[in-house]
T-cell receptor
Framework: KAGVTQTPRYLIKTRGQQVTLSCSPI?????VSWYQQTPGQGLQFLFE???????NKGNFPGRFSGRQFSNSRSEMNVSTLELGDSALYLC???????????????FGPGTRLLVL | QKEVEQNSGPLSVPEGAIASLNCTYS??????FFWYRQYSGKSPELIMS????GDKEDGRFTAQLNKASQYVSLLIRDSQPSDSATYLC???????FGQGTILTVHP
């Protein structure tokens, strides 16, 4: 079974631009969660989508948004990029909700975003 | 107060030693914990999960959960250089992770 895939793997943008990242979960998984990882802040939760609905949301500004399609693929969008948005963006899929106590999350390889 | 806190590290141990990684958590209701390993430049991967008080062993890895004291630990016996990575603990159902502990096993 194929793992979680993310595209693109690397991205360079300039301040003020917007960016869209894509995540395809493991086949049959209905939940996709997004995380931002930086050396200083560690792994921080952005949001989770389950069956096309946002179930949980982290403490990020409204510039960060996402959606999930009927095939469970998910996209994340960041508008008006800032230098501080430079990070590794990881998505993780799980069979049911990642907010379930027994649910394991499987991570994709990540998209490394550099904002200049 | 953070949901989960890990011993900050970095932690350096000689090959063959026992590496001990610890995590404390704030929610007494947390019922399960996951340990993920993340190699440099890679994404996290699950190595252990634990749902009940006590120890759970899997090969060289032992997870320990103490709900009364609200801590969870991961012991790696006979540490190998290939164990060098960042280890993240995560309470089940919270979608949050500890800051991670960088472990280096030197030959």
């Amino acid at each position: 079974k194929a793992g979680v895939t993310q595209t693109p793997r690397y991205l360079i943008k300039t301040r003020g631009q917007q960016v869209t990242l894509s995540c395809s979960p493991i086949s049959g998984h209905r939940s996709v969660s997004w995380y931002q990882q930086t050396p200083g802040q560690g792994l921080q939760f952005l949001f989770e989508y389950f069956s096309e609905t946002q179930r949980n949301k982290g403490n990020f500004p409204g510039r960060f948004s996402g959606r999930q399609f009927s095939n469970s693929r998910s996209e994340m969008n960041v508008s008006t990029l800032e230098l501080g948005d430079s990070a590794l963006y990881l998505c993780a899929s799980s069979l049911t909700s990642g907010g379930t106590i027994q649910e394991t999350q499987y991570f994709g390889p990540g998209t490394r975003l550099l904002v200049l | 107060q953070k949901e989960v806190e890990q011993n900050s590290g970095p932690l350096s141990v000689p090959e063959g030693a026992i590496a001990s990684l610890n995590c404390t958590y704030s929610d007494r209701g947390s019922q399960s914990f996951f340990w993920y390993r993340q190699y440099s430049g890679k994404s996290p991967e699950l190595i252990m999960s634990i749902y009940s008080n006590g120890d759970k062993e899997d090969g060289r890895f032992t997870a320990q959960l103490n709900k009364a004291s609200q801590y969870v630990s991961l012991l790696i016996r006979d540490s190998q250089p290939s164990d060098s990575a960042t280890y993240l603990c995560a309470p089940g159902g919270k979608l949050t992770f500890g800051q991670g502990t960088i472990l280096t096993v030197h030959p």
